[in-house]
């Protein structure tokens, strides 16, 4: 299939720091007054800090200030970041290495497109960082999955022409961010979510060294 650059998602696809988001996004609503549920953190999978507030204050009733809207984006990043602290690399999802030592064996480059603005600090801490030969994250991109521009500035990074690309995502828009960058979409999770995707896997323990053999052949 000729593909020449590798873009993974990191939360849902590398390490599951969505427990963490959750936690952290718990407390501040308790603080705030009510409940935040298991089921209410699956919308903000994928989605940005400052959106993830709005639709927590959407769901608690609360109209916030400026002021207050800053201040609880940055409380709860606070909190977020003691979780990561703790964070180690028996945290990376189950054959994760595998690919990426097959790719690097390989000499394929490796790129990562996140939402997140902690991304660097979490690949660090689980010493996966120096597999990546680009970094886009939250801190780079002003729009939003599902526009494409996340995984188009990876591939540009990499210097791979994006339909030379595989994304590998588990959020919705992610998978319609990398469908409308013209690249190879593997839905990472469950299938019938993500059933925009053009390939779909459970986790990495389904890929196989063969499918990864046959994305990079020509
Ligand atoms: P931060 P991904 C996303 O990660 C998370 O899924 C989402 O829940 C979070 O709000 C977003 O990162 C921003 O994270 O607060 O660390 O900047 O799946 O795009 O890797
Ligand atoms: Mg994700």
Redesign the pocket.
């Known amino acids: 299939m000729n593909i020449r650059g590798f873009i993974f998602?990191?939360?849902?696809?590398?390490v599951d720091?969505?427990k963490y988001?959750y936690l952290a996004w718990k407390n501040l609503a308790n603080e705030l007054g009510f409940e935040f549920t298991h089921e209410q953190?699956e919308l903000?999978?994928?989605?940005?800090?400052k959106?993830?507030l709005e639709i927590l204050l959407d769901i608690g009733g609360i109209t916030a200030t400026q002021e207050q809207f800053d201040r609880w984006m940055v409380e709860?990043?606070i909190d977020?970041l003691a979780y990561i602290e703790k964070m180690d690399k028996s945290e990376i999802l189950p054959d994760v290495p595998k690919v990426l030592d097959f790719l690097r064996d390989e000499n394929i480059p490796i790129a990562?497109?996140?939402?997140?603005?902690?991304?660097k600090a979490?690949l660090e801490k689980v010493e996966l960082l120096p597999y990546f030969d680009a970094l886009v994250?939250?801190n780079n991109v002003t729009k939003a999955?599902p526009d494409p521009e996340?995984f188009l500035i990876g591939a540009k990074q990499l210097g791979v022409a994006p339909e030379h690309c595989v994304v590998f995502?588990?959020?919705v828009a992610?998978i319609q961010a990398a469908n409308n960058a013209h690249m190879l979409s593997i839905g990472i999770g469950d299938k019938k979510i993500l059933s925009e995707a053009d390939y779909n896997f459970s986790d990495f323990t389904e890929i196989n060294i063969d499918f990864l053999k046959q994305l990079i052949s020509e």
């Open positions: 998602d990191l939360d849902g696809v590398i720091t969505a988001h953190n903000f999978k994928g989605v940005s800090r959106r993830c709860k990043n977020y990562l497109g996140s939402a997140s603005k902690n991304a979490i994250d939250g999955k996340v995502e588990d959020a992610g």
